[in-house]
């Protein structure tokens, strides 16, 4: 059992590039989520799903699309990096069970926008 | 909306001493707590959570934490620490049922 895992751990890109973030999930959890972690500011809710086909915005959407085309992963895209988006960003999950809100998380990427 | 203020960004702290880490959350009907811990260079775990039912929280490693509803509060202490404690700790409360908002982190530094 995997849990939740993110590839790739570490990406430098220039800016204007593209890239997307990977995270997978094998505990079957419909609820998954993407944040940013920034020093001093604590972890920001980029976007997050309810279930496969879903997505919806979180605090901090701007310059971020996801998809969850799959129930088991959930993809982070940048479509045209900015520095300001030198983060390292997390990926979590949780179930969907009634009264049941503690989240997974993965084990982070790091990126750097130079 | 809901939010988690950490009221201390550092807290130093010798090897066996005590330590309490205070978070306050803004009011609301039904709160659910959390505290996470991040090691360096990893993601985050849960140390304890409060959902319902006894205010004081028992987590892992010789954590606990105390809810208080009418200071809308949520400390995490430890009766005595160890150089492994040290960690970033983070405070989150569930909003909407659906995600967790995160204060902004204590780092626990534990020297000898």
């Known amino acids: 059992n995997a849990g939740v895992t993110q590839t790739p751990k570490f990406r430098v890109l220039k800016t204007g590039q593209s890239m997307t973030l990977l995270c997978a999930q094998d505990m079957n959890h419909e609820y998954m989520y993407w944040y940013r972690q920034d020093p001093g500011m604590g972890l920001r809710l980029i976007h997050y799903s309810v279930g496969e086909g879903t997505t919806a915005k979180g605090e901090v959407p701007d310059g971020y699309n996801v998809s969850r085309l799959k129930k088991q992963n959930f993809l982070l895209g940048l479509e045209s990096a900015a520095p300001s988006q030198t983060s390292v960003y997390f990926c979590?999950?949780?179930?969907?069970?009634?009264?049941?809100?503690?989240?997974?998380f993965g084990p982070g990427t790091r990126l750097t926008v130079t | 909306a809901q939010s988690v203020t950490q009221l201390d960004s550092q807290v130093p702290v010798f090897e066996e001493a005590p330590v309490e880490l205070r978070c306050n959350y803004s009011s609301s009907v039904s709160v659910y707590l959390f505290w996470y811990v991040q090691y360096p260079n990893q993601g985050l775990q849960l140390l304890l959570k409060y959902l319902s039912g006894s205010t004081l929280v028992k987590g892992i490693n010789g954590f606990e934490a105390e809810f208080n509803k009418s200071q809308t509060s949520f400390h995490l202490r430890k009766p005595s620490v160890h150089i492994s404690d040290t960690a970033e700790y983070f405070c989150?409360?569930?909003?909407?049922?659906?995600?967790?908002?995160f204060g902004k982190g204590t780092t626990l530094s534990v020297s000898s």
């Open positions: 989150a409360v569930v909003q909407a049922g659906t995600a967790l908002i």
């Open positions: 979590a999950s949780r179930p969907w069970t009634a009264g049941s809100y503690e989240q997974y």
